[in-house]
């Protein structure tokens, strides 16, 4: 079963306040077409009440569909 708040693709949250993250994303949805999905940790956060919102200010995260979770920093 997945985690709360997951779908069947990866998730990559990112900080939409941040130009660099906002390019970077950008680049990434380029390569990465519809394998992985894009949101704003602005906007997606609250599906995952287990990590802190001051975590997701500081990096990237990528949650996989097993609701492991990578950073990017």
Known sequence: MKPP???TRP?????AD???C???IERWQHE???C???DSFQAAAERFPHV???NFARAVHLIEP???ITLFN
């Open 66 to 68: 097993d609701g492991s």
């Open 22 to 24: 906002r390019r970077w």
């Open 32 to 34: 990465t077409g519809a």
């Open 36 to 38: 992985v999905e894009y």
């Open 52 to 54: 802190p919102r001051e």
């Open 11 to 15: 998730l990559m949250l990112y900080d």
């Open 18 to 20: 941040c130009g660099f």
């Open 5 to 7: 708040g997951m779908t």
